[in-house]
């Protein structure tokens, strides 16, 4: 069982900036990846950035350029920098880990962001 424990959500006026971290109760090398996904009100959840354990990452389009996922593998921690904060970026955020050679995948329990003036 991996547990996952977010931090770092809060209310923030738009252009500003946040940093959600996720720690893991074991070793990051052990997920095939990590991700964030975001669920905003009334709509479905969405992958936001993704890293791979080589290093690789992706983004979602609408966060490409102001976004940023990376990782402290002496922590077991991962990081969303998020900067440049839209009102659409409003949403609960979630760590997701995908466990290597397993379809087993586990969730945090989400971090709400909210990005209004």
């Known amino acids: 069982q991996v547990q996952l424990v977010e931090s770092g959500g809060g209310l923030v006026q738009p252009g500003g900036s946040l940093r959600l971290s996720c720690a893991a109760s074991v070793s990051i090398f052990n997920a095939a990846t990590m991700a964030w996904y975001r669920q905003a009100p009334g709509k479905e959840r969405e992958l936001v950035a993704r890293?791979?354990?080589?290093?690789?990452?992706i983004y979602a389009e609408s966060v490409k350029g102001r976004f940023t996922i990376s990782r402290d593998v002496t922590k077991d921690t991962v990081f969303l920098q998020m900067n440049s904060l839209k009102p659409e970026d409003t949403a609960v955020y979630y760590c997701?880990?995908?466990?290597?050679?397993?379809?087993?995948?586990?969730w945090g329990q989400g971090t709400q962001v909210t990005v209004s003036s």
């Open positions: 890293i791979f354990r080589g290093g690789d990452t």
């Open positions: 997701h880990f995908q466990q290597r050679f397993s379809s087993e995948d586990y």
